[in-house]
């Protein structure tokens, strides 16, 4: 009887997750209908996005460098201590300049924003639901896909791969320097690796992860962020459910990009 | 006119209104009195579509507002000023602006100048001076927050006004304040309005008619006299305690006959 109990409870729980899975699918499809049936009101999203892209932009721009400079800094002194003696000192430009452009900068960029960004536009969101604005601004017939939601998607969807860039650009030069103080190697060495190991696609494929990560940066805390309930404990509960929920989403897209498209490309 | 037939909402296992039968009509203030979350905010959301009945129809102007495309709810709600109970005023926005989005017609909003009249205008008829346009909310008393939320439901020049406990939360010097803005601005611009309050005095002061929300069901709706003589043991529970205040507050104020 017992065990009968328990299998039946178990079913429950399974049926309760699987209906919660399919409500949030079918929210999250509405929502993302809604944002694109928000595109014609140009006149209100513009403003707010170029806002909104300043906020992101400007206010991210140091913590990215910041971890940029670290993690080029950090792989050059690992590519130092795991070379030498045994690899040609070139090999290390190479390394240096695909393990930032194809994994470090898009990835740690993405990341660091799932926290910067991401935690701000869920906790924002989840205040102005609880509070009834979202509400308020319904009743007065305005949209808040328009007002709120769209330009902070694609203010995210235009700065984030920017920053990406930067933080490439940024992680390459400091990985650089870090491996001529740390390995002795030289600035031609250094070059000729960094150009034997790339190729143009490279960059597109930096570009690309960093638009799907941009995505889940943006799009996840939102939608997290116009659903909240329950008052503070829920704005609490939103802000780290759209954390967690766009730091895993960026490694399951980091995983999957890698799959669909170096593979193809080796 | 505003009508609700049959209109039924539930909550998982709590049913909030069953059947609820309610029709305000044109130029009519109606004050929905109630006990504390027994769906009073509830039944005035799904007037404005923020809420959808589970059954039942809400008629709004003509309009079935379930059936309506988002285009026209919107048309809609344009035509509606909504108080919320604590304002809902936008935090990142001046008081001046949070006004001026209560201006729904778009040719009218992009108009700087009337912009600017407007929210004076409305600045004054909520008694608040002109210079609280540039404050921002988190400055304001939460006396001054309701009152900008008034001015905010009116900028738009709405046909129907919806209040949500607007006296909430208020000293009593404070809410009669804001009732007599209620009464004031049912005068001048001769709204229909839905009030939905649990302050009995507030509610006998503005109110044409009150219906009195109980378990889920509409028990009682009569002009404040038809109330006061009901011998409905629902409306006598929720009316002994604050009955012989509201007397004396009519009878002070001369407001409506009681």
Not at chain 1, 228 to 246: H, I, K, N, W, Y
Request: charged fraction near 20%; include cysteine.
């Amino acid at each position: 009887m017992p065990a009968l109990t328990a299998a039946l409870d178990l079913r429950r729980y399974v049926g309760r997750w699987a209906l919660r899975v399919a409500a949030h699918a079918g929210r999250f499809t509405m929502f993302i209908a809604d944002l694109f049936r928000a595109l014609p009101e140009w006149r209100v999203w513009v403003p707010r996005t170029i806002e909104q892209a300043n906020l992101i932009g400007f206010g991210s721009l140091f913590i990215v460098l910041v971890i940029a400079g670290f993690a080029g800094g950090v792989t050059a002194l690992q590519a130092g201590y795991q070379f030498t003696g045994n690899l040609p000192l070139y090999i290390a430009g190479g390394v240096i300049a695909e393990s930032v452009v194809l994994e470090l900068g898009p990835v740690l960029t993405g990341l660091i924003l799932a926290g910067r960004i991401g935690a701000r536009f869920a906790a924002e969101l989840g205040t102005m639901r609880v509070t009834e604005q979202i509400d308020a601004l319904e009743s007065l017939g305005r949209s808040p896909f328009s007002h709120l939601l769209l330009p902070r998607c694609l203010a995210g969807l235009i700065v984030i791969p920017t920053l990406v860039m930067v933080a490439n650009a940024t992680g390459f030069l400091v990985g650089w320097m870090a491996a001529k103080n740390s390995l002795g190697i030289t600035n031609a060495d250094f070059v000729y690796g960094a150009r034997y190991f790339f190729r143009s696609f490279d960059l597109w494929y930096s570009a690309i992860k960093a638009l799907f990560f941009a995505a889940a940066v943006t799009v996840i805390p939102c939608y997290i962020g116009y659903n909240t309930q329950q008052g503070a404990e829920g704005v609490g509960r939103s802000t780290t459910e759209a954390v967690v929920a766009a730091s895993v989403t960026i490694l399951m897209f980091d995983m999957l990009l890698a799959q669909l498209l170096l593979s193809p490309a080796k | 006119m505003i009508e609700l037939k049959g209109v039924s909402k539930r909550f998982v296992d709590n049913v909030v209104l069953d059947n609820v039968d309610f029709t305000v009509q044109d130029g009519e203030t109606m004050a929905l009195l109630g006990p504390s979350g027994v769906g009073k905010s509830v039944l005035l959301k799904s007037i404005i579509g923020l809420i959808k009945p589970d059954a039942g129809e809400v008629i709004v102007d003509g309009h079935n507002v379930a059936r309506l495309s988002r285009r026209e709810l919107a048309q809609l709600r344009s035509t509606i000023g909504y108080v919320f109970q604590n304002g809902a005023l936008f935090d990142s926005s001046s008081v001046g602006e949070n006004i001026r989005l209560g201006i729904t017609d778009e040719a009218q909003n992009a108009d700087t100048a009337y912009c600017l009249e407007r929210v004076k205008e409305c600045l004054r008829l909520v008694n608040l001076q002109p210079d609280v346009a540039e404050k921002f909310p988190a400055e304001l008393s939460g006396g001054m927050r309701k009152r900008v939320g008034i001015a905010r439901a009116i900028a738009g020049k709405p046909k129907y006004l919806l209040y949500d406990e607007p006296t909430s939360g208020l000293d009593p010097v404070n809410a009669d304040v804001i009732d007599s803005l209620v009464e004031r601005l049912q005068q001048e611009l001769g709204v229909t309005s839905v009030e939905v309050t649990h302050d009995v005095r507030g509610a006998f002061r503005v109110a044409d008619r009150i219906a009195l929300l109980w378990q889920a069901k509409i028990r009682a709706v009569g002009t404040p006299d038809e109330i006061l003589a009901s011998r409905d043991a629902a409306v006598q529970q929720f009316l002994e305690r604050d009955l012989e205040m509201a007397v004396i507050q009519s009878e002070s104020t001369d407001g409506p006959h009681v």
